[in-house]
């Protein structure tokens, strides 16, 4: 119960400031932009299409890369929404109040970051709304659109845990924010970074790259592996921040 109300004051307090609901603006126009530009794409391509072996539909011309262009966006939205869970409340000296309260560390964690994952899910459906558009016109694989957004909710739950842990680690949201996007830019950037490494090196620099497993899930490919390497950063970065309020508790 402590969680679910940690959660639900969470989500509202996001819902009555204006930066989330700017975050949420650009980012859907952002995500129209670019599947206006891959639309007109794809209408310059139909023609040609059919006489293609394996040619790709419209949901992989189309919607494909707007679900990619979203997740770029959230790199830097992110850290804005999440830099103030924890950050704030050092700064406004309520975060004692919030430890010397009869709940766990766990309880707080967890409600913080339950919180702003409902804020994301509604970022998520808002996008949605684009791509499903197309059906009053034409046919989607939405196999493929289900991958590709549970992709989008995976990077997202992997952002919002990076960012509510480096929010443990400083009294002012601005710092937290500007330290979540270089964590960020790291993971987005890693596979990119490995490609100068030793050849027995570049599968890790692979996998630890974000983009490994969101790109698959936007193709369409589901794998256990891409699952897990998001399970395992939430679960990671959760278990830090949930370290780190333990020794803000005993004074540390």
Known sequence: MNVVTIAVRELRSLFVSPLPWAVLAITQAFVAYAF???????????PHLPGLPGAPGLTAIVVA??????????LLAAPLVTMR??????????LSLLLS??????DIVLGKFLGVMGFFCVVVLVILITPLSLLAGGNLDVGLLASGALGLLLLMASFAAIGLFMSTLTAHPPVAAISTFGVLLLLWNMDWAGTGAAEGVRPFFSYVAATSHFNALLQGVVDSADLI???LIVAVFLLLAIRRLDNMRLGH
Do not use: C, D
């Not at 890369?65 to 959230?74: F, R, W």
């Not at 869970?85 to 309520?94: D, F, G, M, Q, V």
């Not at 309260?101 to 766990?106: D, F």
């Open 36 to 46: 206006l530009v891959k639309l007109e794409l794809f209408l310059q391509l139909k």
């Open 85 to 94: 869970l924890i950050s704030e409340e050092r700064r406004n000296a309520t």
């Open 229 to 231: 390497y998001s399970l």
């Open 65 to 74: 890369p707007a679900l990619k262009a979203a997740g770029m966006v959230m």
């Open 101 to 106: 309260a009869p709940i766990s560390m766990t």
